[in-house]
């Protein structure tokens, strides 16, 4: 059974910062597009970053961009959201995603183009 775990949620204050992390079992992702979404409450959940199949490329919501950095490990099978100048706007629930495809284009932002989810971390910043 496939499983995606987040941790590192928590309350923390405007300025400051968290590092999540999603420890991926059940198959390997280590050549898979792996991604973080959020979603806020009353509203869909939405892309924030993600991380090509080799490590190589990464991509950002422009909400995000210059204080979040995504990364992963490929030999423990996980990848990480360091987040960083955060914001109460930065308040959601966040979600770890991984696709079952090998491979694949340089980046991926959409919900649909990610098959395997997390249940998700609270991530909560305070004025």
């Known amino acids: 059974q496939v499983q995606l775990v987040e941790a590192g949620g928590g309350l923390v204050q405007a300025g400051g910062s968290l590092s999540l992390s999603c420890t991926a079992s059940g198959r390997s992702f280590s050549n898979n597009a792996m991604a973080w979404f959020r979603q806020a409450p009353g509203k869909e959940r939405e892309f924030v970053a993600t991380?090509?199949?080799?490590?190589?490329?990464?991509y950002y919501a422009d909400s995000v961009k210059g204080r979040f950095t995504i990364a992963r490990d490929k030999a423990k099978n996980m990848v990480f959201l360091l987040m960083n100048s955060l914001k109460p706007e930065d308040t959601a629930v966040y979600y770890c995603?991984?696709?079952?495809?090998?491979?694949?284009?340089?980046?991926?932002?959409?919900?649909?183009?990610?098959?395997?989810w997390g249940r998700g971390t609270q991530v909560t910043v305070s004025s």
């Open positions: 995603a991984a696709r079952a495809q090998i491979g694949g284009s340089y980046y991926y932002t959409g919900l649909d183009e990610y098959d395997y």
């Open positions: 991380i090509s199949w080799n490590g190589v490329y990464t």
